[in-house]
């Protein structure tokens, strides 16, 4: 009986860090188009491959990213308008031909491209060699020899590189913002996970009702995860009434049933006596579970279900009536 209800508490503990991970993510996705920051994140990777960190006129100044960005494959993947929004992904063989053309450009050159062409741009931009992008590139060069083809793989193997790198730097700012939202949901429906906690072991009758809910929910949204992962591409206007369907659907019934919330919960009252820091520490435990993403809560959702009921599996009767 003390198994079952542990069990029962994980369940519904795990099934509300999956919804609201859910919405958080539904919230950074929406931030995310807001305010570009995929393309920020681009944009922050190219300017580091095509320009030097050092002041001063290293690579004159960024003059091999200014011709990149005005290439026309480039140029034209902006928004145009006002209010020009750059591109968020950028293919290696569009960069490459960006890239060595930009070269072509600086060396003033005419006729068809060759690694000397591409060698003199080079030097036109750091007569000197004090530039890291262009001793990388002359190092590139040299590996190439006279194949062309060669030296554009090596170019576009370092866009892949440097993508899988950028890739990497979102992923961590997305996290970070997820926690901030997840801390902001925790503390806006004042659901510290003590609270969930104390509330689940109390009330036995809310406590089987979540679960029988998680269970239900496992069956019909597991697609929601893989659409709100890290990534999710969805239009704005698809990310706000998911988010809003899963509130109204699903979230707001979860706190009812747990009396979470501002207006006359147990936790709101617990706000105004000497406890208050524990309630702060639960919203910051809550916080952090969201953070984790719904995927993992999903998956962690569907295993504990799965051993509450191997758990509960009724006893099968055989034909003379013994139970096995």
Known sequence: MFGSTILDV????????????????????????????????????????LTDEAPGEVLQAGRLLREFQEHPLIKYMNSGGLFRVAPSYLSASDFSKALIDSLKTVSGAAGAINIDTLQSGLHALDPESR???????????????DDMAKFRAMIEKWFDSMMVQASGWYKRQSQAITFVVGLALAAGFNASTFTIAGHLLKDNGAREQLAQIASSYLQSHGTDVEKMGVGSTSAMDSLVAYAADLYRNDIAGSQKLLGLGWMGSASANQMDSDHWQLNVIGWLVTALAVSLGSPFWFDLLGKVVDIRGTGRRPKSVDEKGEAR
């Open 131 to 145: 530039s890291d992008t262009a001793r990388l590139l002359r190092s590139y060069m040299q590996d190439a020899g």
């Open 10 to 49: 994980a369940i519904g503990l795990i099934f509300v860090y999956c919804l609201y991970s859910l919405l958080a993510t539904a919230i950074n996705e929406i931030l995310s188009s807001l305010f570009n920051l995929r393309a920020r994140k681009l944009q922050f990777a190219l300017k580091r491959m």
